[in-house]
């Protein structure tokens, strides 16, 4: 992401989320490597952190919204976290590679869209997006 400065989400509370959340996927490394015997054995690292069906669609609504009020910077964290903690749903590498297109990342929004599609090959418009890209 961009180090311009950018107005954080009005809402303080979204405002809050986006920034633990970034700051977090700086950590990413580290967190992925303590994680690595369990990871190799299957689990998500959702499953590992305990996140619930509930959690993952308050944030997925969270960066949908971002999305729709034209906010790719913002939902781009969120996405990203959504993928790397449940990388089963299409959705989320989706709206990862939404926000990496809308920010001018082509080549990164592209393997978003691959992995949408690794998930769900009838994706037709992770499909369409990758072949924007």
Do not use: W
Not at 54 to 81: N, S, T, V
Not at 89 to 97: C, E, K, L, W
Not at 98 to 124: F, I, K, T, W
């Amino acid at each position: 992401m961009s180090n311009a400065y950018l107005h954080p989400p009005t809402d303080p509370d979204v405002a809050d989320i986006v920034q633990q959340l970034a700051a977090s996927l700086e950590n990413l490394p580290q967190t992925l490597e303590q994680c690595r015997e369990q990871l190799e054995q299957g689990y998500t690292l959702g499953q590992l952190r305990g996140i619930s069906d509930a959690e993952y669609e308050a944030l997925y609504k969270i960066a949908r919204d971002l999305c729709d009020k034209g906010d790719f910077h913002h939902a781009l964290p969120i996405a990203l976290q959504l993928t790397l903690h449940h990388p089963i749903d299409s959705r989320f590498p989706f709206i990862a590679g939404s926000c990496l297109q809308r920010l001018g990342h082509a080549e990164p929004a592209a393997l978003m869209y691959a992995m949408a599609l690794d998930v769900n090959p009838e994706h037709a418009a992770a499909a369409y997006r990758l072949g924007e890209c």
